[in-house]
């Protein structure tokens, strides 16, 4: 009997031609290195896929298992990558997302091809807090809250990566190749959200506004536009829709540090350049909002199968400094912009308040 591997090429070709799902194809590659060869040629002539929400946790062998939630399809599937270490994921551009494994090392993965790029030690971002207070779970947690990228490491290496890091949530960037973080000197602390917006970073402080994020010889931060409106009680998204800036409020009823929390609706703005003012947006028309521990995102839903228009998707906020257990209300949901009505998404998906799941769009 032909083993796998002995397939003619032209047959393995005809079974990869009828595989639309991007895990079909990673499951597909899996199977031998001439099935691996064909399923890099195929994979890049996908159809616009639609995000995941995934979750990751370490399996008995140390490999990283991915748990994923599929929108379109309304299920919830796993596999596991080996040789591939680190539980903490912040950050999801095109399909990359940063990890942080219990020994601080630091790395740019893309869990759809397995590839890997080491980023500087963590021990190069200058936090600038006292550490004596803090257990080691508690620091590996607090190592970095979000990450933005200038662009996805497959395609340009000259590629920035920008994050929100340390218990006073500050910023610092690496180049690909870089052996130290840079830090940058900011004005103020507590950074909610960053993004790379038409060639430039920009970062959110809900309470203090929108700052350019200078990385050239001297790096800083300057305020371009103030405050919607001074709210604690919102939480801050920076996303670009339609080649606009949009800000994102997410209001909630919670304690960050509990696992007690409840999102009640979104507000949405965007921001005219011309007078450095935000106008109020009542619709998303035929797009969609992704919005968590990733880099926000804008979809157009009328091309991706299983996504509704005009609506915001929301994960789960999540707390470093609460080390809690399962959290048994999850918050994640879709918010309908048209009637500002919100629907509980049950993802089957299990995970603690302080490191909750992100969208990822698939990228080979």
Known sequence: MVGWSELPEDIVEHIAKRLTFILDFTRFGAVCRSWRFVESKKKRLLTPQPPFLMHIMVGKDGGMIYNYYSLSENKKFEFTIPKTHGIKCVGSTEGWILTVDDCFKMLLLNPFTSAQIELPPKATLKDKFSRDHYSQEELWHLT????????????????????????????????????????????????????????????????????????????????????????????????????????????????????????????????DFSIMKWEEVKSLGHYALFLGWNTSISLNAAILPGINENCIYFSDIGHPLCIAKEILQKDIGIFYMKDKSIEPLHTGLTYCFHAPPLWVIPNP
């Not at 000259?158 to 130290?180: K, M, P, Q």
């Open 144 to 271: 970095v809250w979000k990450a933005s990228l200038s662009s996805s490491p497959s395609s340009n290496n000259e590629c920035v990566v920008l994050t929100i890091h340390g218990y006073w949530r500050l910023l610092s960037f690496a180049r690909l190749g870089d052996e130290v973080w840079t830090p940058v000197d900011c004005v103020i602390q507590y950074f909610d959200d960053a993004i790379y917006y038409k060639g430039k970073f920009y970062a959110l402080n809900v309470i203090r506004g929108v700052f350019w994020v200078d990385i050239s010889i001297n790096p800083s931060t300057i305020l371009i536009t103030n405050p919607i409106q001074e709210a604690t009680t919102e939480i801050g998204y920076l996303v670009e829709w339609c080649g606009e800036l949009l800000q994102v409020l997410r209001q909630m009823d919670l304690d960050m540090c509990s696992p007690g929390h409840q999102t009640l609706g979104f507000r949405v703005f965007k921001l």
